[in-house]
């Protein structure tokens, strides 16, 4: 079974940068695309930004610009670069990527969630 495990969330003041990672761990697979989302309180999940297998990118138009998307294939992790930090980023932060596990075919998985609030 794979697992997504995340980690790099915390507080920060505003303007202030975090970097999340985001490490899959398992037997014989392989990772298709993978991105993060965020849920606010009171409201519903949103993708933030995508990576696909090839390295092509896209985000949020309120990210664009502060968050970078990066992945390293050897390692099977995504990384989630988080510049000038705004309170309206505050939310947990979730890792989802699309696996082919050998034998059993593609699937959807999703991490734990990780805290990142946004306060002075």
């Known amino acids: 079974q794979v697992q997504l495990v995340e980690s790099g969330g915390g507080l920060v003041q505003p303007g202030g940068s975090l970097r999340l990672s985001c490490a899959a761990s398992?037997?014989?697979?392989?990772?298709?695309?993978m991105c993060w989302y965020r849920q606010a309180p009171g409201k519903q999940r949103e993708l933030v930004a995508g990576?696909?297998?090839?390295?092509?990118?896209n985000y949020a138009n309120s990210v664009k610009g502060r968050f970078t998307i990066t992945r390293d294939n050897a390692k099977n992790t995504a990384y989630l670069q988080m510049n000038n930090l705004k309170p309206e980023d505050t939310a947990v932060y979730y890792c989802?990527?699309?696996?082919?596990?050998?034998?059993?075919?593609?699937?959807?998985?999703w991490g734990q969630g990780t805290q990142v609030t946004v306060s002075s």
């Open positions: 989802y990527a699309q696996i082919l596990e050998y034998g059993l075919g593609y699937g959807d998985y």
């Open positions: 398992g037997n014989r697979f392989t990772i298709n695309a």
């Open positions: 990576i696909s297998s090839g390295g092509s990118t």
